[in-house]
């Protein structure tokens, strides 16, 4: 089975709101930093937003910030984000992923995270 699958994605209407979930073993969840990152056709894969194990830390891409917010539920080893005010430039395939080092702060950098989720699609489109 997966180690992290994400659920949620849709097509939505430009101003309109998403949430998507990331669930995870526990092996896989527990004491890691987890992010999200997404990669739209033509485009190398962007960081979206991270948050640290315990949820008290998070950051945001530029792009998102005000607009998506990332939590997580330690006890039911899932991620989220929710997507608030989606533009058409929003559209991809958005990607959870869990840093390669337990207990330690999550990074904008993909290739700091080792474990991905398959996508899941979000269209924003009028």
């Known amino acids: 089975q997966a180690q992290l699958e994400e659920s949620g994605g849709g097509l939505v209407q430009p101003g309109g709101s998403l949430r998507l979930s990331c669930a995870a073993s526990a092996q896989t969840f527990s004491s890691y930093s987890m992010g999200w990152f997404r990669q739209a056709p033509g485009k190398e894969r962007e960081f979206v937003a991270h948050?640290?194990?315990?949820?008290?830390?998070?950051g945001y891409a530029d792009s998102v910030r005000g607009r998506f917010t990332i939590s997580r539920d330690n006890a039911k080893n899932t991620v989220a984000l929710q997507m608030n005010s989606l533009k058409r430039e929003d559209t991809a395939v958005y990607f959870c992923?869990?840093?390669?080092?337990?207990?330690?702060?999550?990074?904008?950098?993909?290739?700091?995270?080792?474990?991905w989720g398959q996508g899941t699609q979000v269209t924003v489109s009028s």
């Open positions: 948050i640290n194990w315990s949820g008290g830390t998070t």
């Open positions: 992923a869990r840093y390669r080092r337990p207990a330690t702060y999550g990074t904008i950098f993909a290739e700091e995270y080792n474990i």
